[in-house]
């Protein structure tokens, strides 16, 4: 049972989780990572879980940088392998609470075959996928989330391919707890964060974010994609998941909220139960 602290904490208290040595940071102005980072921060700090055991695990990527600027243990491994390096992790140490952070590229696209299979074995981690369109650190190539008729560095006139429904994607491999939400509503996504760390299995969340290299490409500024977002964006927890794409028509809808929470049993809490049974030693 969780025993979160209610109160927000104060500016001291997050700063002396945050690597303040290593600033400035790599994050260009406008991005909406730092947003989900502070969030991040505030939620572990209000968790019931002693700070030695949150870790952050990221691939490549300006998402991926997460792990530099916050004092946890971290570790920033290989592009689009923060999935398999946490399940490892996890298995071996089951007292963690591992916190993936990942763009859009990185966990969907280069990533995505350790993305379904993870879901697939419900493994027991926290995935926060920030989704900015494209690959952003190499320029704003186009990959598996880049919505339709968006351009891109490798889709100058306009992007031909569908994009995935993340959350339908996730909900349907069966993780049982599944969000969205958008940089616009930090309160929701502390509260998720805190939400997804009591979870027995794969908990996704999705955060929608400007990228200053995608609004360039397609001739806005950020401050419009933050406008546009907040014009759009509906919250709607009980939505119908086929009804959650992301498109570029300025007349639909972009539907947030925390679609599943389900209880279903890790591979971890199996994996355990079944050595346990077998009379093993985990430390042999
Ligand atoms: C195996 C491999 N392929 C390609 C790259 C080059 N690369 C570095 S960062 C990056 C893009 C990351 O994009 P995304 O995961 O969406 O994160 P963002 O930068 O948008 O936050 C790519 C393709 C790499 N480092 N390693």
Redesign the pocket.
């Known amino acids: 049972m969780s025993r979160e602290i209610l109160i927000t904490p104060s500016i001291d208290e997050i700063k002396s989780l945050m690597r303040v040595e290593r600033l400035p940071h790599i994050w260009c102005p406008s991005c909406g ?1 730092g947003i989900v980072a502070k969030a991040y921060v505030e939620a572990v700090l209000r968790s019931s879980i002693p700070l030695d055991k949150h870790v952050i695990v990221s ?6 940088r997460m792990p530099g600027y916050i004092k946890l243990d971290g570790y920033h491994v ?3 392998r923060a999935i398999p390096f946490s399940v490892g992790l996890k298995s071996v140490n089951p007292e963690l609470e591992v916190t993936i952070f ?6 969907i ?2 990533g995505g075959n350790h993305f379904i299979h993870s879901i697939r074995r419900n493994d027991d981690i926290n995935v926060i996928m ?1 989704n ?1 369109y ?5 320029g704003g ?1 186009y ?1 598996g989330t880049t919505p339709p008729g968006s351009r891109t560095l490798t889709s100058p006139y306009g992007h031909l391919e569908h994009n995935f429904n993340m959350p339908l994607l996730a909900a349907t491999l069966g993780a049982p707890y599944v969000a969205r939400w958008t940089v616009l509503h930090y309160r929701q996504i502390v509260d998720t964060l805190l939400e997804m760390f009591n979870v027995d299995g794969f908990a996704f969340l999705e955060v929608i974010s400007p ?1 200053i290299v995608y609004t360039d490409m397609n001739r806005m500024e950020s401050i419009e994609f933050m406008r546009d977002l907040r014009r759009r964006v509906v919250i709607d927890n009980d939505a119908d998941l086929s009804d959650l794409s992301i498109s570029m028509d300025p007349d639909t809808r972009i539907v947030v909220g925390k679609f599943v929470n389900r209880e279903s049993e890790s591979f971890q809490t199996r994996y355990y139960r079944l050595i346990k049974k077998l009379g093993g030693d985990l430390d042999g």
């Open positions: 990572i691939g490549i990527g300006c998402s991926s290989i592009h689009g990942a763009g859009d590229g990185d966990l696209t280069i920030i900015n494209i690959y952003g650190m190499t190539q990959g990228c």
